[in-house]
């Protein structure tokens, strides 16, 4: 069984330029995370789909990172336009269904490596 | 507020030394604890998980870590190194009840001399 592949694997780009990752999930997994870790410090979250929806969407920095998981498979997330600060290791995990208190285990990916100059 | 503390960002240790990576978090409650590892271009591997039962939990590669609710505490340890253990350990809660997400430390990175 594939795990979670993330494309690219490297980006550079310019500031005010647009980037778009992508992350594919293990197949059948509805719950699909991003994450980010800035050079020095901890990976935080960034958001949380179940399916298609955006189910918390409250480490998102701001209104220049759209998230995208149109037919509840793969998903994007677009930086547009970047900014210096947005480099960075984008990690994209995946998870079973859970319900109640059941925690499932969360499956990332390699990461994206995105760097802004 | 959640975190998660790493209070060592390099350890160095021998191979065939015994290992204790520390991990303090502060949560209202019991949360869910997690131990991932990354090796280099590789996406995060879970450890071991703690989320109820017996506080000293095994994992995979020969971990075990073990819950102190008095202190806060969930330290990763093994008792043998090996030189494949080269790589960067996270600590991460989990609170119980919400969709899932992972608060991280800022990560120890292990470096295993010959």
Redesign the interface.
Known sequence: EA??TQFPSHSVIEKGQTVTLRCDPISGHD?L?W?RRVM??????LL?F?KESK??ES?MPNNRFLAERTGGTYSTLKVQPAELEDSGVY?C?S?QD?GG?T?????????TRLTVL | AQS?TQPDIHITVSEGASLELRCNYSYGATP?LFW?VQSP??????LL?Y?SGDTLVQGIKGFEAEFKRSQSSFNLRKPSVHWSDAAEY?C?V?A????????????TTLQVKP
């Open positions: 795990g979670v719950n995370y994450y020095g410090k901890e990976i935080k979250f949380h179940v189910q918390d480490g990690f995990a998870s859970f208190q925690y499932n285990e969360q499956f990332f990916g390699p990461g | 998660v869910y991932y271009g590789q996406g995060l591997q879970l998980k989320f996270f991460a989990g119980r009840g919400n969709t899932g997400k992972l608060i991280f430390g800022q990560g």
